[in-house]
Nanobody
Framework: QVQLVESGGGVVQPGESLRLACAASGIPVYVTTIHWYRQTPGKEREWVAS???????NYAWSVKDRFTISADNSKNTVYLQMNDLKPEDTAVYYC?????WGNGTLVTVSS
């Protein structure tokens, strides 16, 4: 059974950084694709970034050049480094693998 547990959310000011972590169990991250999504109240869940086989990243245009997705195979964890955060990045961030979702971690960007 695959389980995904997100962590690292918090409250930051605009321009600051956060690193989210998605700890996976039940499958090695280097044999699959892990995605990050985010959701704000009243909106659909939005795809943010993916990493294929622990190596190849892909990003939504809205976060490209600010966010970096990476994988640590020794920890079986996928990270989302978020720099130059903006108020519009405020959301609950989820990681996903196939049909499995984590419970999310809240990121709030506010001055």
């Amino acid at each position: 059974q695959v389980q995904l547990v997100e962590s690292g959310g918090g409250v930051v000011q605009p321009g600051e950084s956060l690193r989210l972590a998605c700890a996976a169990s039940g499958i090695p991250v280097y044999v699959t694709t892990i995605h990050w999504y985010r959701q704000t109240p009243g909106k659909e869940r939005e795809w943010v970034a993916s990493i294929f086989l622990g190596k190849t990243p892909n990003y939504a245009w809205s976060v490209k050049d600010r966010f970096t997705i990476s994988a640590d195979n020794s920890k079986n964890t996928v990270y989302l480094q978020m720099n130059d955060l903006k108020p519009e990045d405020t959301a609950v961030y989820y990681c996903k693998r196939a049909g499995d979702w984590g419970n999310g971690t809240l990121v709030t960007v506010s001055s």
